[in-house]
């Protein structure tokens, strides 16, 4: 073969599998847009049995032609907490079964015959009209759905005449002593078990390595000695797509990759270990004679026919091995915890209002309590600062924010349903509250970042002053966690004891003021200490109006009357004796120390 022949092989080749794999990963794209993207909800859904997992797996990776698609859509599902590490291994499981329908397809291009029907099955037949319909629907049709039908046939289109490239230019290679010298090396398991891992790892597609093998076992004499070590190389091969998936994922997204990596390897080492251990002593016969396409086929079913069915019962074994290589630190399990809630609102939910309503009103708990613990840590950091705690602020604050985001849109979607009257003040309330907590835990950061500054500094406040913001604090601390408590049992009788305790807020926030004045008056202070106490009162000030306003959301949702403005008017204007014992209360509760002028 002179380097003419051998460039326009290799060229013939390249070209083929590069349009293999183009029409493959449209194929995929298609088939998962055209799906609206369901796949992943209805996965998520169906995956608490085991053996239903197994066989979505199976399902699912059959219709995406693509086990590494599908093993990357359960990391994704996984990262985002959707699905559980024990609910993704049986899918993983199913979609190492499910990727061999592919070779199946392929294998359709051996069929040779002069009937003209059986000659229709054969995919250089019927291709090019596929091709033409495809093209027809992808670029005059406005219909979405129909564009992605046209998108299916196309990449199918393009694999078989990337296939039949293939096959094309590796045909010379049957009349070359040294190819098949070359491959006759590749019957050593271990080698060509690292070429079939190999060469998946750079193509990234088991199918595509299988492919290749069956386009060769078309033109050239490919032995069972030769194929299956390959095909089983291409087994652990594809799992550096998960693998590579899983690099921006969390640590559960990487043990799912991992869960992948882990079976394809037990299942290879095993396989080659007991099969080739009887081939040393039976020595099959087969081993040395030619294989073709839907041999090649059918070797790969049968290896994960076996493997995937025996291994379902210890999956759990998966998952723990991933569980050992990325052990769950303290903080991993707090943040699951504190997730927990959040993972309630599942749209399934949706079917029945009342419930999923109850779920999204648990979460805005949570969250509620997550602004809590926030403003606590935040003012600790005011005498005692501390880099990590004031990093657990911050990370509040943005779990909050989700918090808001996600029931936000959630409580739209029950809001689309019928309620009952009750029910309807409920969805209300929880809109109205999100918000304010939200904007506490806002204020809580801001202190926190304050107390960095004044950290960073030196500043620190003078002892009367911190006297003062210790008593100022308390209260703040007292009006949240009352308006917590309140929201939790939707007690509209605690909620009136919010707005007492605002206005007191509110003139403690003036008589601080006052004395740092007087303070900085005597040179007792300076204006840098003085503009840390009133950004740090202005963001207590205004946290006890957020609680007012959910203290009001409270009680105008449990007496059916929706205006707050003219509460708190008639409330103010009125004074009665019960609101200003009350305001009495907490004035002396929350005396400031007495100071001498």
Not at 173 to 178: G, I, N, R, S
Not at 190 to 199: A, E, Q, R, Y
Request: hydrophobic share 45%; glycine share 8%.
């Amino acid at each position: 073969m002179d380097s003419l022949e051998l460039f326009t092989l290799v060229a013939g080749l390249v070209g083929g599998l590069a349009m293999f794999l183009y029409g493959m990963n449209v194929m995929s794209g298609g088939l998962t847009k055209a799906a609206g993207g369901k796949l992943e909800s209805v996965l998520a859904k169906v995956t608490k049995h085991p053996v239903i997992a197994y066989l979505f797996g199976v399902g699912v990776t059959a219709l995406v032609q693509s086990s590494s698609a599908s093993t990357v859509m359960v990391v994704g599902l996984v990262n985002s907490g959707i699905m559980t590490l024990k609910q993704a291994v049986n899918v993983i499981l199913g979609a190492n079964l499910g990727t061999t329908f592919t070779a199946w397809l392929l294998s359709l291009n051996a069929i040779s015959s002069d009937n003209f029907f059986i000659n229709l099955l054969k995919p250089k037949s019927f291709t090019p009209f596929l091709a033409i319909i495809g093209i027809g629907l992808y670029m005059f049709s406005k219909n979405e759905k129909k564009r992605n039908i046209g998108t299916i046939l196309l990449g199918f289109a393009v694999l078989m005449f990337g296939m039949s490239s293939m096959s094309d230019a590796v045909s010379p290679l049957k009349d070359v002593d040294e190819f098949k010298a070359l491959l006759t090396t590749f019957s050593n398991p271990i080698l060509g078990f690292l070429v079939g891992t190999l060469f998946t790892m750079l193509i990234q597609s088991s199918a595509g390595t299988i492919g290749v093998l069956q386009a060769l076992s078309l033109s050239v004499k490919v032995k069972h000695s030769v194929a299956i070590p390959v095909v089983v190389g291409a087994e652990v091969g594809t799992c550096i797509t998960a693998i590579l998936s899983s690099f921006g994922a969390n640590k559960n997204g990487k043990r799912t990759a991992l869960m992948h990596l882990y079976f394809n390897i037990i299942k290879a080492v095993l396989f080659m270990i007991i099969f080739y251990s009887l081939n040393a002593v039976i020595h099959f016969e087969f081993m040395d004679e030619k294989i073709g396409m839907a041999g090649i086929a059918g070797i790969h079913t049968l290896i994960n026919l076996v493997a995937t069915p025996l291994m379902l019962p210890f999956s759990g074994l998966l998952v723990n091995l991933a569980l050992k290589t990325i052990p769950i630190d303290d903080k991993e399990k707090k943040e699951q915890e504190e997730m927990q809630g959040i993972r309630t609102l599942d749209p399934l939910f949706l079917s029945n209002p009342p419930f999923a309503l109850e779920q999204a009103r648990q979460a805005a708990v949570t969250m509620a309590l997550m602004t809590k613990e926030s403003l606590e840590k935040a003012i600790g950091l005011i005498t005692d600062y501390n880099a990590e705690i004031a990093g657990e602020v911050e990370y509040l604050e943005r779990q909050v924010d989700k918090y808001e985001d996600e029931l936000g849109t959630y409580l739209m979607k029950i809001n689309s349903h019928h309620l009952g009257q009750e029910d309807s003040h409920t969805l209300s309330l929880l809109l109205h509250c999100i918000t304010d907590y939200e904007r506490i835990s806002d204020h809580a950061l801001n202190i926190a970042q304050k107390a960095g500054n004044m950290e960073e500094n030196g500043r620190k406040f003078t002892p009367k002053a911190q006297a003062e913001m210790d008593i100022y604090s308390s209260a703040v601390i007292d009006i949240v966690d009352t308006s917590v408590t309140a929201f939790d049992n939707q007690d509209a009788k605690l909620a009136k004891t919010i707005e007492p305790l605002e206005e007191t807020i509110d003139e403690i926030q003036k008589e601080v003021k006052r004395r740092h004045i007087r303070r900085l008056r005597k040179g007792k202070c300076t204006i840098e200490q003085g503009f840390d106490l009133s950004d740090i009162g202005t963001d207590f000030e205004r946290i006890a109006d957020h609680c007012s306003n959910i203290a009001v959301g409270i009680i105008e949702s449990h007496e059916d009357n929706y205006f707050a403005h003219g509460y708190l008017e008639t409330l103010k204007a009125e004074k009665n004796d019960g609101f200003e014992q009350a305001v009495d209360f907490y004035e002396r509760k929350y005396r400031l120390p007495a100071v001498k002028y």
